[in-house]
């Protein structure tokens, strides 16, 4: 089993940063995926981005070239950085793993490969 756990949310103003942050603990595997989701009220679960062990990065359009997924191995974290926020940014982000798994798609699209998927942070920007 694998747990991950989501930190770094809050509020910010529009054009804003703010980093967030996945822990992974538990089993260690030489080969996994972490992906970062977000869902919004009302609207559909979203992919943002995603990282292997790797460090194959995707990113879903509308975030490409305002955020940045980059990972500490030794210390089993993911990072999410996000500038030049908007107010559509506004979600609950939720981190999400998935390990040994050669048929899964590390992606942004395939929320379903993911079986690990932490509580989610919610980050709030105001115009």
């Known amino acids: 089993q694998v747990q991950v756990e989501e930190s770094g949310g809050g509020s910010v103003q529009a054009g804003g940063s703010q980093r967030l942050s996945c822990k992974a603990s538990g089993v260690l595997y030489s080969s996994y995926c972490v992906g970062w989701f977000r869902q919004a009220p009302g609207r559909e679960r979203e992919g943002v981005a995603s990282?292997?062990?790797?460090?194959?990065?995707n990113y879903a359009n509308s975030v490409k070239g305002r955020f940045s997924i980059s990972q500490d191995k030794a210390k089993r974290m993911v990072y999410l950085q996000m500038n030049s926020l908007e107010p559509d940014d506004t979600a609950t982000y939720y981190c999400a793993a998935f390990g040994a798994c050669p048929w899964c798609r590390c992606s942004v699209v395939a929320s379903d490969d993911y079986n690990y998927w932490g509580r989610g942070t919610q980050v709030t920007v105001s115009s």
């Open positions: 990282i292997d062990s790797d460090d194959t990065i």
